[in-house]
């Protein structure tokens, strides 16, 4: 079970579905926001019960949404072919329409939406603007209490001197995981700082072929991650190891689709590559 601090997402997510289902002719809603970098949905249903997670990979309507952006309205006949299963349940729970939209984040959806419709629907023009503006409204208040930090006014920072060693993305991520559990931000930030930080040190042994300087601030609910390296490409091979997160071949297209913000400059005496995160407020077990 996942607990939040008062007035926080929890709030909003039970805002949210209260005002999903008093949408005429809406039986059940449910929202899932993402996390883990986008591999689990945190998933919440009007029909009672705490939050629990669900793969993002589902073949269902509310994961198909979160990973494509594209909202997803029809009446069940019309789903049928893509969702067989999803439509023999809903149809036996008397669900004769379905709509599922994407919560709109900076870069790729934060969440998504599913209402249960239990007569038909017009799904014409008029009501998909509304359904998709109750959408950009639930996103907005979540991204909004998620980047209520508690401490705004406190500047946390730390450094890491990281050898020219294939295994450097390993450290970095044990020394991001653990400062990051002390700073207390919620474990799917701590997931996606990970997984970015991981790239911009092994494009850094990679490239550079020195050692690097990893740095890590967190103000004003903002989590910043820079790696600092002092040499030019010289085409550093790796050798293997057991280190299942390491990443290969993607350059930085991994963190320009997680991070909020990211970038790389360059000066005479090396590269900083970088990435931001907005953190939220802090975690509560």
């Known amino acids: 079970m996942v607990h939040d601090p008062v007035d926080s997402v929890d709030s909003v997510a039970s805002a949210a579905l209260r005002e999903l289902v008093g ?3 809406v039986r059940r809603a449910a929202i ?3 996390e883990g970098g986008g591999r689990r949905l ?16 589902d073949d269902v309507p509310l994961t198909t949404v979160v990973r494509t952006g594209r909202p997803l309205l029809d009446h069940l006949d019309g789903l049928r072919a893509q969702f067989a299963g999803v439509v023999e349940r809903q149809r036996a729970d008397g669900t004769v329409a379905l709509a599922a939209l994407p919560l709109p984040g900076r870069h790729s959806p934060i969440g998504g939406v599913v209402l249960y419709f239990d007569v038909e629907q017009a799904f014409d023009a008029p009501q998909r603007g509304l359904l998709d503006a109750v959408a950009h409204r639930i996103a907005e208040s979540v991204r909004r209490v998620r980047s209520a930090v508690a401490h705004d006014d406190l ?7 990281l050898e020219d060693d294939p295994r450097a993305a390993g450290r970095a991520r044990q020394f991001l995981r653990g400062l990051l559990t002390a700073w207390q931000v919620r474990r799917d930030v701590a997931d996606t700082a990970e997984l970015c930080v991981s790239e911009l040190v092994t494009n850094a042994v990679i490239h550079a072929g020195t050692g690097s300087v990893l740095t890590v601030s967190l103000a004003a609910g903002v989590l910043d991650v820079q790696v600092r390296d002092h040499g030019a490409d010289t085409g550093v091979a790796l050798v293997d190891d057991e280190d299942p997160l390491r990443v290969f071949g993607r350059g930085l297209q991994l963190v320009a689709a997680l991070a909020d913000r990211w970038g790389a400059d360059h000066d005479d005496a090396g590269t900083t590559s970088w990435f931001s995160l907005e953190v939220g407020a802090p975690a509560f077990a």
């Open 23 to 25: 949408i005429p002719g």
């Open 32 to 34: 899932a926001l993402s």
């Open 42 to 57: 945190r998933f919440r249903s009007s029909d009672g019960g705490a939050w629990c997670h669900i793969d993002a990979y």
């Open 155 to 161: 500047t946390q920072r730390a450094t890491l001197r």
